[in-house]
């Protein structure tokens, strides 16, 4: 069968966003940019610049950084192998063994040297491990510590999606590397988000904040170790969930929402009795630090985060309207991680906003844009008329108002309801005489009102309206 019998035979299919994503359509858009803008210039006030990086990354950068115990690693990534690679390894195998080469070996040999080579990718669930991988990758420890970024973009996990939810969500984030481990740090990274929060009016902010000690410290492992024993004598009573955490990663259990574990999680031994002198004095610290700053937190002893870089300083932040996913940000300290990925020795402290949901917490509390209207609507009619209205929409577009120029002529009538449809502010009709006698009309759609004026008034006119 020829392509083109083929193409005939197709019947035509309607296709659907993949489960789990979705589009983002106008005008809820004219939001996510004001929320990007707004992360911009407040991250900027704080010193920060942004950092573009890939989407995808090589799985094992997630797997080492993020943990290969964890949720996210385990069963949420959307993985795949890179062909092109499995290609050039044949390739550059066929070039070695040379002419005359005995195909069973080589196939053998191919197999084997697959294996090891081919590249395992990942679509990103987080930035932070990709952010340390671009600060060792450009020796960015040579730059004045301690260096202060912010990302944005789409991160790729295999939930199940429901609101607040899906499988391609958007993190913006801010990442601060090397330097010291002071705790005003941790406070002003703090600062900084609480900042942004406040300039969108984010409504029923509540930051909790803990401090989940030191990995390489007893504090941190001591802790774990008493409270898997403790989690032990009670795993009858707990769900399926977290008894295999138990063993994968106890301090997930403190995350549970479930109702039936709440009474035994409240009888668990608490991090902050087990915490080491040193920690114990730099939660103190960051405490008095986000005091001296007004920004109101509350402590939470259940709050670990669920990766497991993180050390000290854990927070997360609530805001109204979203129900059970109600978290909007999420961060912490991670001295080790960029030594983890092969860098040098260095402090880290950051935060992930989930935008999606601040969105959505915005929308609740009535903060979206009203459907994007036009400031001008020109309804024209005829030839002459048309060159006209093609150079005034250029002119007006040029000052910075939106303009809705029809393609084909219209009865004004007819212009005039379309103008309203779209929510604009003005219709400038120009009709032959309009043009003719170098004075248009323009309509004031909310109460009908009309005005005559040249070209230039025009501008005017519009400027001190
Ligand atoms: P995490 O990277 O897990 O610390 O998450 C940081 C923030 O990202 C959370 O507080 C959420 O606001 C948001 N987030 C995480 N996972 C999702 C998801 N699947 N859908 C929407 N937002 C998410």
Known sequence: MSEGAAKKEEKPRKFQAIRGTRDLLPPETVLWNRVEQTAHEVFGTFGFGEIILPVIESTELFARAVGSDTDIVSKEMFSFTDPANVIRTLVQDALQAGPGVDMGNFEQTSQSSIEGKVQFISLRPEATASVCRAYIEHGMQQLPQPVKLYYRGPMFRRERPQKGRYRQFYQIGAEVLGGSDAPAI????????????????????????????????????????????????????????????????????????????????????????????????????????????????????????????????????????????????????????????????????????????LILSLQESGKAPAQQGRDVYIAWMGERAHATAIRAAKDLRKAGFSVELPPVEQKFGKALGQADKLGAKYALILGDNEVSEGLWTLKTLADGSQEKLTEPQLLDFLRKS
Not at 245 to 267: C, F, Y
Not at 272 to 301: F, P, T
């Open 186 to 357: 941790d406070a002003e990274v703090i600062e900084m988000v609480m900042t942004f929060f406040d300039r969108l009016e984010l409504q029923g902010v509540q930051l909790d904040i803990n401090s989940i000690g030191h990995s390489a410290d007893n504090c941190r492992r001591g802790y774990v170790q008493k409270l898997k024993v403790a989690l032990e004598t009670v795993q009858d009573k707990l769900g399926p969930d977290s008894q295999r955490r138990i063993e994968t990663n106890p301090l997930r259990v403190l995350d549970s929402k479930l109702e039936s574990e709440q009474g035994i999680i409240a009888t668990l031994p608490r991090i902050a009795d087990h915490l080491c002198e040193e920690c114990a004095a730099h939660y103190a610290a960051a405490k008095h630090q986000l005091e001296m700053r007004g920004v109101l937190y509350r402590e939470n002893w259940r709050l670990v985060r669920g990766l497991d870089y993180y050390m000290r300083t854990t927070f997360e932040i609530t805001a109204k309207g979203l129900g059970s996913q109600n978290a909007v940000c999420g961060g912490g300290r991670y001295d080790g991680l960029v030594e983890l990925l092969g860098g040098p020795p260095t402090k880290g402290i950051g935060f992930a906003i989930g935008e999606d949901r």
